[in-house]
């Protein structure tokens, strides 16, 4: 433990070169550092060189050391960024990725003139991408689905402290639905076992397993999906799905043999990867 109290410039100094020699990366300290303080960057560069108070001290000493023992920065300060606002994240749930948000971007550029849909949003986690389309959307009807129900309590929260008025209601998939949807979208489990040598240490020891892998090569919940999907969508209703960047060809096959009449596409993300896949239906 540091003994002598530092500056906030000697504290990033001193944890960033720690970090660095123990395989981290240095910028988690300057994120921790904002989230401690709850200060922007402007706001910490122009306090860099007044005395960070030792409870600060101390709290930060300890997320660098659960940091450095693989615990991932989101975690240790409780929320995370998602398409403009703030989510909190806990170990029932899967940190938010910025590939994520471009599932989310697809969905309102589809339907960026429709003002009244009902859409749902399957395997929610922390709520964000359902949340995030009914801010950008009030008049859309969503309901947010879980198989876990700790998942769906703090997807709960996520759209109290956000203000978005949404229905969430636990279950396995498509099961929670009653009626038809216009929307379905859902960033599914869809990694396979064998992929776990190319996962982060952080990950695999602290995100949720039941949302990150799936049977069958990871296309097990596609397939489920595919068999329920009939049902719960109107006969002009779409699908969008986030998937793994090897994945496009299968999983298009897959609702492509289910629904030969459906407009079923892939799309990539910003990296020109396929990252999600799109089922349309333009009447049954």
Not at 72 to 83: D, E, I, R, S
Request: hydrophobic share 40%.
């Amino acid at each position: 433990m540091i003994k002598q109290q530092l500056t906030y410039f000697q504290a990033q100094q001193y944890f960033q070169k720690l970090v660095s020699s123990r395989g981290g990366e240095p910028p988690a300290v300057t994120e921790l550092l904002l989230g401690i303080t709850g200060w922007t960057p402007i706001e910490l560069l122009r306090q860099q060189r007044e005395l960070l108070p030792l409870s600060q001290q101390q709290q930060l000493e300890g997320m660098i050391q659960r940091y450095l023992t693989g615990w991932p920065v989101q975690y240790l300060l409780g929320h995370a960024a998602f398409f403009g606002h703030d989510f909190l994240v806990d170990p029932t749930v899967l940190i938010p990725r910025p590939e994520t948000e471009e599932l989310v971007e697809w969905v309102l550029a589809d339907f960026s003139q429709q003002t009244m849909l009902k859409v749902a949003d399957i395997g929610t986690g922390s709520g964000a991408i359902g949340i995030s389309l009914k801010l950008e959307r009030p008049n859309w009807q969503l309901l947010l689905t879980d198989l876990s129900p700790a998942a769906l309590q703090t997807a709960q929260k996520n759209a109290d402290r956000l203000q978005a008025k949404i229905s969430a209601v636990s279950g396995d998939l498509l099961a929670p639905l009653t009626g038809k949807y216009d929307v379905i979208v859902s960033n599914p489990p869809y990694i396979a076992a064998d992929e776990r040598s190319l996962m982060d240490r952080s990950v695999l020891e602290h995100e949720p397993a039941v949302a990150l892998f799936a049977a069958e090569n990871g296309l097990q919940i596609y397939r489920r999906l595919a068999e329920q999907l009939a049902d719960k969508l109107t006969a002009t209703g779409s699908l969008y799905l986030e998937i793994g960047f090897r994945q496009a060809a299968a999983v298009k096959k897959i609702f492509q043999s289910r629904f030969p009449m459906a407009q079923v596409s892939s799309k990539k993300d910003i990296a020109g990867k396929d990252r999600m896949v799109r089922v349309r239906f333009t009447g049954r």
